[in-house]
C-alpha cells in the first residue's frame, strides 16, 4: 500500500485526497485544525463522507512514500516544518498549484539529504537564459536516488468552506511532466474520478494553465464578481491585456503559445456561465490573502528578465498586493 502525505487540506487537497482514498491508499492530512470526516460534495451527487487520518504537528509524521503539497503558492514557506518532517529517503513530493514557479518555490524547502530529481524541461525554464529558440527539451527520466519534485498543473475547480468539507464542481485533471516520477504520480488515481496525465511539454501546458488564471484572477478578485463581469465595459479590454502580457512571457520562457489562444481564451471567458468564480474569488471573499504573487507578478517579474513590457499587469499587481492588510 502506497503511503501518502496532504500538505494542505483545501479544496484541491480535500479533493485529490478524496480520490487517493477511494484508490485504496493510506493517506494522512497534515492540517492546521483536525477535522473528521472529509466530506465531498459534488452537485447533482449525494455527499459522501469518508474516514481520514489527520496530524496536526509535523512531530507525529512518519516519511511518506508520497508527499502532495496542496497549500496556496504564498503558505509554502509556512508549510516548511511539515516538508522537512515528511521528507526521507524515496518521499517524492509532487506540488500541486496553480501558477509556473513550483520547483523554484518549493525545492529551497525541501531537505537536502540527497541531489533532487527535478524534470529537465522545468530546470532548464528556471535558469534564466531560457531561450525560445532551443529545441524542446522533452522529460526523459532523471537520474539520482535523492528527493523527486513533480509540478503538477491543477484542473480542479472546487472550494473549501468548512474544515474536512469540500464543494468540488465535477472535472479533475491533472498534468504532470512525462518522466518515471510523473508516471507513477498519475498511476496513484487510476480508476479514481481524478483524471491525472502525463504531458511531453509540461512548460507549454503551464503557461496555457496560466493564461487562464492571470486574467480570470485578477478581474474577479479586483471587481469581487463572478464571471459576468467579463461583459461590463471595458473589462474584457484589460483581461485581454493580461492574457496578451502573458503569452508574450510566456513564450519568452519557452512555453509554444500559438496566436489563435488569445481569441479562444477570451471567448470562454465571455462564454463561462455567469456566476462561475475562482479561487482568487474565493480567498477575495474570504478576506484572505491571494495568489497574486504566483499568478500576476510573476508575469512583471519574469517579463523584466526578458525585457518584455507588462504595462497592465505593471498596474495591477500592486492593486491585488494591497486587497490585503
Ligand atoms: N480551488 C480551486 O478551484 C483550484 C485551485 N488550484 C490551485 O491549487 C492550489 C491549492 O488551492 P486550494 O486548494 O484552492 O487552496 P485552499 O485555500 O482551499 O487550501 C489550502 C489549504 O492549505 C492549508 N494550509 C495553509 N498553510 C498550511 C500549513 N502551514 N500547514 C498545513 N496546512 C496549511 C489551509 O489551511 P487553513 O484552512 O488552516 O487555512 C487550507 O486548508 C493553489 O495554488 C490554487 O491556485 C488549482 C485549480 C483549481
Ligand atoms: C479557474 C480554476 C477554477 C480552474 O481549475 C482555477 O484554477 C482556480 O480557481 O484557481
Not at 63 to 79: I, S
Not at 285 to 297: F, H, Q
Request: aromatic share 4%; hydrophobic share 40%; glycine share 8%.
Amino acid at each position: 500500500m502506497t503511503t501518502i502525505l496532504i500538505i494542505g487540506p483545501g479544496a484541491v487537497g480535500l479533493s485529490a485526497g478524496a480520490a487517493l482514498i477511494d484508490a485504496g491508499h493510506a493517506v494522512t492530512f497534515a492540517a492546521r485544525q483536525a477535522f473528521a470526516p472529509l466530506r465531498v460534495n459534488c452537485s447533482g451527487e449525494p455527499a459522501r463522507d469518508l474516514d481520514v487520518t489527520v496530524v496536526t504537528d509535523p512531530a507525529q509524521i512518519t516519511p511518506p512514500d508520497w508527499v502532495l503539497l496542496c497549500v496556496k503558492a504564498h503558505q509554502v514557506q509556512g508549510a516548511a516544518d511539515w516538508l522537512n518532517a515528511a521528507v526521507g529517503e524515496g518521499t517524492r513530493v509532487a506540488i500541486l498549484q496553480n501558477g509556473v514557479e513550483h520547483v523554484e518555490r518549493v525545492e529551497p524547502l525541501v531537505p537536502n539529504v540527497l541531489p533532487k530529481r527535478i524534470p529537465k524541461s522545468v530546470q532548464r525554464f528556471s535558469e534564466s537564459n531560457a531561450r525560445q529558440d532551443k529545441k524542446p527539451e522533452h522529460d526523459s527520466d532523471p537520474t539520482g536516488s535523492g528527493c523527486a519534485l513533480v509540478p503538477v498543473v491543477v484542473d480542479i475547480p472546487a472550494g473549501r468552506y468548512a474544515p474536512g468539507v469540500v464543494e468540488w464542481r465535477g472535472r479533475a485533471n491533472l498534468l504532470v511532466p512525462d518522466t518515471g516520477d510523473g508516471r507513477d504520480f498519475c498511476a496513484l488515481f487510476d480508476g479514481t474520478f481524478v483524471s491525472a496525465r502525463t504531458t511531453e511539454d509540461f512548460v507549454t501546458d503551464n503557461w496555457l494553465k496560466l493564461c487562464v488564471n492571470a486574467p480570470g484572477g485578477a478581474i474577479l478578485a479586483l471587481t469581487g464578481q463572478p464571471m459576468r463581469v467579463f461583459h461590463k465595459p471595458g473589462v474584457a479590454d484589460i483581461a485581454l491585456a493580461i492574457l496578451s502580457e502573458c503569452v508574450a512571457v510566456g513564450r519568452a520562457e519557452g512555453a509554444k503559445l500559438p496566436d489563435s489562444l488569445i481569441e479562444a481564451q477570451m471567448a470562454k471567458f465571455m462564454e463561462a456561465t455567469p456566476d462561475d468564480t475562482n479561487s482568487m474569488y474565493d480567498d477575495r471573499a474570504a478576506g484572505r490573502e491571494t495568489e497574486w504573487d504566483a499568478r500576476n507578478a510573476v508575469i512583471v517579474r519574469k517579463g523584466r528578465k526578458h525585457g518584455i513590457p507588462t504595462p497592465v499587469s505593471d498596474i495591477l499587481v500592486p492593486l491585488l498586493a494591497g486587497q490585503t492588510a
